[in-house]
C-alpha cells in the first residue's frame, strides 16, 4: 500500500499522559500536513512541513503540542498533558511541491485520541 | 470565522435524483476549490476541485459550479446512488500562494435512500 498511514489508529488515554502518533507519508512527497476534526466540525490545520522544516503552525497548536518530521520523511505529533479537549481524529496529509499548481494533498486514515 | 461555509449539516434524497451541495466562503483571497469525501473511520478521499479562473467542472456524474461574485459553489452529483452516501466537505485555498494549508468547511451529510 503505497497510500498515507498513521499509527496508531485508536489511542485511549487517561487526562494528563502524553500521547504521541505517526504519520508516514506517499514516499515521493516532500510536504506534510497535520490536521484536527473534531465532533460536527471539519478538518482543521494543525501544522506542516516542507521536507523537514516546520513552515506554519496554526494557533490551535498550543505549547502542549509538538510536531517533528526529522528526516523529511515520518513526522511525529506529541501531545503533553493531554485534555478532554484534545479528543478528536487527527488526520495527516501528505502532497507534492510544484510551484504555480495545485498539488493534491492525499490523506491517511487518521488517529482518533480520546482523553478520559 | 469561519472562511468556509456549508449551512446545511445534512441533506437526503432519493437513489437517481439530483445531490445538489453547497457552500459559501469569505475569503476573496482564495483561488482553488475542492470536494472531499468522507466515509466514517477514514481519511477524506479527493472528489473534485476547480480553479478561481473556471466557472465549471465535471467528472463523470459530479459536477462543481463556482459563482466568484457571490463566493458560492455547489456540488451536483446526477444520478445519486446509495454509495454516494458519506459526508461531504467543501475546501479552499491559495495555490499562488505555496499551496497553503487547506481550510474545510464543517460538513454536509448526504443519504441517499434506495
Known amino acids: 500500500d503505497t497510500g498515507v498511514s498513521q499509527d496508531p489508529r485508536h489511542k485511549i488515554t487517561k487526562r494528563g499522559q502524553n500521547v504521541t502518533f505517526r504519520c508516514d507519508p506517499i514516499?515521493?512527497?516532500?510536504?506534510l500536513y497535520w490536521y484536527r476534526q473534531t465532533l460536527g466540525q471539519g478538518p482543521e490545520f494543525l501544522t506542516y512541513?516542507?521536507?523537514?522544516?516546520?513552515?506554519?503552525k496554526s494557533r490551535l497548536l498550543s505549547d502542549r503540542f509538538s510536531a517533528e518530521r526529522p528526516k523529511g520523511s515520518f513526522s511525529t505529533l506529541e501531545i503533553q498533558r493531554t485534555e478532554q479537549g484534545d479528543s478528536a481524529m487527527y488526520l495527516c496529509?501528505?502532497?507534492?511541491?510544484?510551484?504555480?499548481?495545485?498539488?493534491?494533498?492525499?490523506f491517511g486514515p487518521g488517529t482518533r485520541l480520546t482523553v478520559l | 470565522d469561519q472562511q468556509v461555509k456549508q449551512n446545511s449539516p445534512s441533506l437526503s434524497v432519493q437513489e437517481g435524483r439530483i445531490s445538489i451541495l453547497n457552500c459559501d466562503y469569505t475569503n476573496s483571497m482564495f483561488d482553488y476549490f475542492l470536494w472531499y469525501k468522507k466515509y466514517p473511520a477514514e481519511g477524506p478521499t479527493f472528489l473534485i476541485s476547480?480553479?478561481?479562473?473556471?466557472d465549471k467542472n465535471e467528472d463523470g456524474r459530479f459536477t462543481v459550479f463556482l459563482n466568484k461574485s457571490a463566493k458560492h459553489l455547489s456540488l451536483h452529483i446526477v444520478p445519486s446512488q446509495p454509495g454516494d452516501s458519506a459526508v461531504y466537505f467543501c475546501?479552499?485555498?491559495?495555490?499562488?500562494?505555496?499551496?497553503?494549508?487547506?481550510?474545510f468547511g464543517k460538513g454536509t451529510r448526504l443519504s441517499v435512500i434506495a
Open positions: 512541513f516542507q521536507n523537514e522544516a516546520q513552515l506554519e
Open positions: 496529509a501528505s502532497s507534492r511541491t510544484s510551484g504555480g499548481a495545485y498539488n493534491e494533498q492525499f
Open positions: 475546501a479552499a485555498l491559495l495555490v499562488d500562494s505555496g499551496n497553503t494549508p487547506l481550510v
Open positions: 514516499s515521493e512527497h516532500n510536504r
Open positions: 476547480i480553479s478561481s479562473i473556471k
